[in-house]
């Protein structure tokens, strides 16, 4: 069974860091797309990054380019978001997801980036707060 479990959110300071994690278990790592989505009440729900194990590509959101960073321990099956320089407005629902790899690349131009449609796994979220 596919499993996604995140860990690592919590309160911080505007400014602050955190790092996320998303431990995969059930399948194989490297045939997958692990991406990080956020959802906040009233607003649709925002792909903030991805990374693709098998070449290391990766992808960011421009609303966190250059404070997001996303990295993979391949032998743990992990996936990381380490989050600097946090703002209020970050605060969300963070949530893993895992897409299949071939068939995430081979529906991404027409669907767009980061459609949730491509993400069939997801993790249970954890609750990042930024404080002002």
């Known amino acids: 069974e596919v499993q996604l479990v995140e860990s690592g959110g919590g309160l911080v300071q505007a400014g602050g860091s955190l790092r996320l994690s998303c431990a995969a278990s059930?399948?194989?790592?490297?045939?997958?797309?692990i991406g990080w989505f956020r959802r906040t009440p009233g607003k649709e729900r925002e792909g903030v990054s991805y990374?693709?194990?098998?070449?290391?590509?990766?992808y960011y959101a421009d609303s966190v380019k250059g404070r997001f960073t996303i990295s993979s321990d391949n032998a743990k099956n992990t996936v990381y978001l380490k989050m600097n320089s946090l703002k209020p407005e970050d605060t969300a629902v963070y949530y893993c997801?895992?897409?299949?790899?071939?068939?995430?690349?081979?529906?991404?131009?027409?669907?767009?980036?980061?459609?949730?449609?491509?993400?069939?796994?997801w993790g249970q979220g954890t609750q990042v707060t930024v404080s002002s």
């Open positions: 997801a895992a897409a299949p790899r071939d068939f995430f690349f081979a529906t991404a131009q027409a669907m767009g980036p980061m459609r949730a449609e491509q993400f069939g796994s």
């Open positions: 059930g399948f194989t790592f490297d045939d997958y797309v």
């Open positions: 990374i693709s194990s098998s070449d290391g590509s990766t």
